[in-house]
Structure formats: structure tokens, C-alpha cells
């Protein structure tokens, strides 16, 4: 019988960890790109020390991908010493300090029109058959809804309920899964969305769908710097924003509106919290301390957006 290699230890790895409802993608290209890096270096079918802290100091200047790395070479070796594989090399802790994450983004209610306006702007594309439908529905469901880049990408169209307004959100970060309920204008267009989207892709699976598979990470990432920077090209020179800003303003901008109705924000909290997805309240409680630098000025920046969801046409 074959001995098993590094890679077949790293599929057998995601595999367990699918089967127990992690998506582990993000976690899965990490170790992909490891075993890679160590498989030209050693036959070793398990993490070598030596291996793992030079391919670790590859990483040393994104403190992110580095801490990401530590933390899944961690797990990985957990689970092959639970398998009998008692030489797999385990990171020692604190090799890689958590990195500070950049303050969040929060939109002016400005910025948010301007960018939807250049949304609305898509033309069709050769290359990619219902672009000018797809993206617009997408970029109004992450702004409308907070919801995660990667369970956007991951929806499955059995998961959208138009009908009766809410969405289901299966197995996310965690794994845990979530009901969240939309507004019935929300539903409407996205209940139009999905009807001209499917005579162009019938028998799709994902909800937003580039001809047979989910979009990728990168797709959402580069369409929207691309649309951004056309609405504000005076940004080209700073990271800021992402997509996944539309999820912090989502958080930050309800923080807000309740304080400005008189509602006791710890009472809504919870709320939030669910809404979101957050394991605990802590999480949600981040977005705390942005809320009293911005209140004086929230009116300003964020009023009703009643344009912002084009009206659904009637049937013919």
C-alpha cells in the first residue's frame, strides 16, 4: 500500500473538517500553498520543523498570512498527532502575534449613492454573460444586509426566500448557521433579480453565479475597487475601502440609527449580534466606540436611500 503523502494528510484534513460543516476555504489554499513550499524540500508526509519555520519567515512581511498560516499548521498537527502521527512538528504558541486590524470604513450616505450609481452603469460582457445583473443584486445585498463576503459568494439559490422575505445563511464562520430577514423591497428586487438571471443561467446552483460555479473572493474584491475607483478616483493611492466595509457600516450605521430614536441600544444589541452572525456580544460591541465620534454627523451621512433599490417593473 502507497504511504500516504503531505498532501494526501492535507486533503484527508479538510475532508474531516467539511464533513463536521467548516468551509475551511480560505484555510485549504493556505495549507495548498505549504504543502507545495514543502513537498520541493522535504518527502516528509507530516510538518518538519526546519520546513515550517522557513516557509513561516516567508511570510514575515503580511503579518496577516502569517498569523493565518500559524494558526492552521497548528490545527493541522493536532489532528495528524490525534491520527498516530506524533512527529508532525507543532508550532510553538505565540509564534505570531494577532494582527491589529485597521479601523473599518464607514460610507458618507454621498459615497453610497455615487458608488450605486456607477454600479447601475455595468454593461453586458462577452466574457461573462449577465454581469450587468449580477453585480448590482450583489453589491445591494452586502450594503442592505451586512452579511459576510463569503456568504454571499457561498448562498445557494434554495436559501433565498423571496416569498417570504428572509435568507438563510448555512454553515458559516464557526460553523453556525443563521435566518435573516429582509425588507420586502429587498425581496422584490431581488425576486426580479433571480427570475432574469435564471434565463440566462437556468438550473444555477449559487444565487450569484459566474457560469457554473460561485464567484471567487477575488471577484468581489476587484469589481468592487474597480467601481469604486471610477466613483472616486482620488482613492487610488490607499487601501481603504473594501466590500467588506459594507458589513461595518451595516453594524455601525443601526448603532447609530437606534441611539438617534431614543432606543436602548443594549436591548438591541442581541439583535444585532444574531443578525450579524457574531459568536458574542463582544464582537458586536466593537463598533461601540465609533458610534459617539460619528453621532453628531450620522443624520448627515445617512438618511433613507430610497434610490438605492430600483423599483421592481411591474408584469407586462
Known sequence: MKAASLKDNVSGFLTYKQSLGYVYESQGQMLSKYADFAMTRTT??????????????????????????VCVLR???????????????????KTASQPVPEDPYFFTEKEIELFFEQVDTIQPNK????????LPALFRMLYCCGMRCIEIRRLLCEDVHTDECYIDVINSKGPKSRRIFISQELADYLADYNKRISNIIPDRIYFFQIRSQACS????????????????????????PRAYDFRHHFA?????????????????????????????VSETLYYFHFVPEFFSTYKDMTSDLDDIIPEVPDEE
Request: with cysteine; glycine share 4%; net charge positive.
Open 217 to 240: 473572493e477575488n471577484f468581489i474584491c476587484n469589481n468592487f475597487r474597480r467601481l469604486w475607483l471610477k466613483a472616486f478616483p482620488e482613492f487610488k493611492k490607499t487601501s481603504r
Open 44 to 69: 516528509a508526509a507530516v510538518p518538519v520543523k526546519e520546513v515550517t519555520n522557513e516557509y513561516l519567515s516567508s511570510l514575515a512581511v503580511t503579518p496577516g498570512s502569517l498569523y493565518q498560516a
Open 75 to 93: 490545527e493541522f498537527s493536532r489532528y495528524l498527532h490525534a491520527r498516530g502521527f506524533h512527529e508532525a512538528y507543532m508550532i510553538p504558541p
Open 252 to 280: 455601525w450605521a443601526n448603532l447609530n440609527r437606534w441611539a438617534s430614536d431614543g432606543l436602548d441600544v443594549n436591548v438591541m444589541l442581541p439583535y444585532l449580534m444574531r443578525y450579524m452572525g457574531h459568536k458574542n
Open 127 to 134: 466574457s461573462f454573460k449577465g454581469r450587468e445583473i449580477v
